[in-house]
């Protein structure tokens, strides 16, 4: 192909190559989304000798699960090991975007905002199965008291992992 020819074909390809371009680009994924909810530093018997470890407590938002990683004091990993139940309790981090979630929430926000409800709790919900709250969720319960703490108008349950509101109104199945 003769240099203008080129030029022309470039020219006349040039908006379709960019598209393919972008098209076939590859993508960047979204950054990991993790937090430590716990860490301690303990020690462990291993062949008859104690050894020290240090252990995290991690969420991945993304995947929905929690795990245990502990290594040693040079920072090998020793064990990891994902957490099906008896999750730690939430965060205080985790409790306020819970928080920002429910007030940018465009029904629950308005309750919050025309009530000057004050959000408190922080309870973590765990559901069975398929339900809002069930397997790989990180749900947070609040409770939205009334001005003055005058009683409770409702309590509202937010999944960490949605980034959303999932009731907007719950009532445990073992209240009246």
């Keep these: 192909m003769t240099g203008a020819r080129f030029v022309a074909v470039a020219v006349a390809l040039g908006p379709w190559l960019a598209l393919a371009q972008t098209q076939v680009a590859p993508q960047r994924d979204a950054p990991p989304r993790t937090r430590v909810l716990r860490?301690?530093?303990?020690?462990?018997?291993?062949?008859?000798?104690?050894?020290?470890?240090?252990?995290?407590?991690?969420?991945?938002?993304r995947a929905g699960e929690a795990w245990e990683h502990a290594?040693?004091?040079?920072?090998?990993?020793?064990?990891?090991?994902?957490?099906?139940?008896?999750?730690?309790?939430?965060?205080?981090?985790?409790?306020?975007?819970?928080?920002?979630?429910?007030?940018?929430?465009?029904?629950?926000?308005?309750?919050?905002?025309?009530?000057?409800?004050r959000p408190e709790g922080g309870f973590l919900l765990e559901e069975e199965g398929s339900r809002a709250c069930g397997v790989?969720?990180?749900?947070?319960?609040?409770?939205?008291?009334?001005?003055g703490s005058m009683g409770l108008l409702r309590r509202t349950v937010v999944d960490l992992v949605r980034r959303g509101v999932v009731y907007q109104s719950y009532v445990p199945k073992d209240l009246p």
């Excluded at 790989?136 to 939205?144: D, K, Y």
Aim: glycine residues 4%; positive net charge.
């Design 39 to 61: 860490s301690w530093d303990d020690t462990i018997k291993r062949d008859g000798r104690d050894v020290a470890r240090h252990v995290n407590i991690v969420f991945d938002y």
């Design 71 to 117: 290594f040693d004091q040079s920072g090998r990993p020793l064990s990891s090991r994902r957490l099906t139940s008896n999750l730690p309790r939430p965060t205080l981090e985790e409790i306020a975007e819970a928080i920002a979630i429910v007030r940018a929430d465009p029904v629950v926000g308005r309750v919050v905002q025309r009530t000057n409800a």
């Design 136 to 147: 790989r969720t990180r749900c947070i319960q609040l409770l939205l008291m009334a001005e």
